[in-house]
């Protein structure tokens, strides 16, 4: 069983087909898919889907906070399940591809006091650009 269906089975997540192929969508290291992108994977292992029980079953999964939208440059939203473990996100400037990295060290300590103007700052979001393998 995959990672992010152990956590909705422990949350008591109800368990429906259709959750479920979503769930099996997702599941997996770098995934950040759209939501036309989760459809079509879903449709081939469900084919009765529907467009609208896939983006019901996201937005379930992101009020839950088991799955993170991600958006970048204006391009559609991209739904990551790593939303348990702190990460930052490489995109690719070409194709939009978006890979999870682990940075060492803390973002948010790297901010200078003097630069939080007051703020109480309680999380920091990093995203490194360039160009994947394929794009360069």
């Known amino acids: 069983m995959s990672d992010l269906l152990e956590r909705l089975r422990g949350r008591g997540w109800r368990m429906t087909s259709q959750r479920r192929v979503v769930a ?6 770098h995934v950040h898919l759209t ?13 009765e889907i529907s467009r609208a029980t896939v983006y019901n079953t996201l937005g379930e999964l992101v009020s839950l906070g088991e799955v993170v939208e991600v958006s970048t440059d204006g391009r ?3 739904y990551d399940p790593n939303a348990h473990r702190p990460h930052q996100h490489l995109v690719c400037s070409g194709c ?5 990295v682990h940075a ?3 973002p948010l300590a790297d901010l200078p006091a003097e630069e939080r103007f007051g703020f109480t700052v309680s999380g920091v979001e ?3 650009r360039g160009l994947c393998p394929a794009c360069a």
Do not use: C, F, Q, S
Request: charged content about 40%; overall charge negative; proline content about 3%.
């Open 104 to 106: 060492t060290g803390d």
């Open 126 to 128: 990093v995203t490194y």
């Open 96 to 100: 939009g591809t978006i890979r999870d």
């Open 24 to 29: 099996e969508v997702l599941d997996g290291e």
């Open 35 to 47: 939501a036309d992108e989760v459809h079509a994977r879903a449709a081939r292992r469900l084919p």
């Open 76 to 78: 559609a939203k991209r």
